[in-house]
């Protein structure tokens, strides 16, 4: 699908595409600030002056449960309800936000290209080497660990570990081990 195609399109710009997470989530962050907060407060405050709060506490208090409502519904709601949900389905979640974010990444390139220089050159500055693209290769070992670890809690069935570890002791064997002369 096209839908899938963009997926993988994103997994190999990794780096543009957690910079435009960032920038995105900043982005919506600023618009909470600017114009849910000011809503929120302006709704609370004459409820309080109606209970006789004086103004200027009951603009205090109001500001403090805007900030307040308004900064657990981005964490909870924007933030890390998404983000488990991501974790939970990460192959549905990265088809279902691949095209919109493809379309992001094309409004925002530039910008995000000159952050993220502005990012390695910091990291660079402190002695580090900056890692633009995610290392995916595994060694068998690692691989193997991982099964393992994976059927001792339970994540796979007895069946799939046992075609897998089969799978990967073939990728041991050599050619003239299952040939004949």
Not at 36 to 56: D, I, R
Not at 100 to 123: C, H, I, S, Y
């Amino acid at each position: 699908t096209t839908a899938g195609r963009a997926a993988l399109r994103n997994a190999s710009d990794l780096t543009l595409l957690l910079a435009g997470a960032q920038l995105g989530i900043t982005l919506c962050t600023l618009a909470l600030g600017a114009f849910t907060k000011p809503a929120v407060e302006h709704a609370l405050t004459p409820v309080f002056e109606a209970l006789g709060v004086p103004s200027s506490v009951s603009v205090a208090v109001a500001f403090f449960l805007a900030l307040a409502s308004v900064t657990f519904l981005h964490l909870v709601v924007g933030e890390m309800a998404p983000k488990s949900f991501s974790l939970a389905h990460p192959e549905a979640t990265a088809v279902w936000l691949a095209l919109p974010m493809r379309g992001f990444l094309w409004l925002t390139r530039p910008l995000l290209k000159g952050l993220n220089e502005a990012a390695n050159w910091l990291v660079r500055a402190s002695g580090a080497t900056p890692a633009d693209e995610l290392g995916t290769a595994q060694n068998v070992a690692s691989l193997r660990h991982l099964v393992e670890h994976s059927a001792s809690v339970g994540a796979l069935t007895a069946a799939y570990h046992r075609g897998v570890v089969s799978a990967l002791e073939l990728s041991e064997t050599t050619v003239g081990e299952i040939t004949t002369p």
